[in-house]
């Protein structure tokens, strides 16, 4: 499919690595990355969540070492806090409430920035494509 140019594994990277790294910058002023505002986001989400289901929900972007690494600097920032229920949850504090909305507005650039010339249409066939290609790969 593709002539002469980059074959799509080479997009797919280096999309991954821009969106990475524009992220990391973007949240820098918070001493946040990308790995941490998915943390950060999911916790938010879920309201209570185990560190086992946290770690499914992104186990393509993160492992068991970067989760606890994670879940440490947010407990030291005092954004979240660990449940002792019949399982350990991890939980959003009101401070850490707090700061995720302005995490959150910071992101809301991020992504509008990212996608600036791209229109609905155009996603959702990148969207489609991609899910086919996945498809076709577990065949």
């Not at 770690?55 to 440490?72: G, P, Q, V």
């Not at 005092?78 to 991890?90: D, G, M, Q």
């Not at 959150?104 to 996603?123: D, H, I, P």
């Amino acid at each position: 499919m593709h002539k002469g140019g980059k074959p799509i594994g080479y997009w797919l990277r280096e999309a991954d690595k821009s969106i990475s790294a524009m992220v990391n910058q973007k949240l820098e002023k918070y001493n946040l990355t990308r790995s941490h505002w998915q943390v950060l986001n999911t916790v938010y989400e879920r309201d209570r969540i185990s560190k086992e289901d946290l770690l499914n929900s992104l186990s393509h972007f993160i492992d068991d070492s970067m989760l606890n690494e994670i879940i440490t600097h947010f407990i030291r920032q005092n954004w979240v806090i660990e449940l002792n229920a019949p399982e350990t949850l991890i939980s959003m504090t009101e401070e850490g409430k707090e700061v995720f909305h302005d995490i959150f507005s910071t992101q809301q650039k991020t992504r509008m920035q990212l996608f600036e010339g791209v229109s609905e249409e155009e996603y959702e066939i990148t969207i489609n494509v991609l899910k086919r290609l996945i498809e076709n790969a577990k065949r």
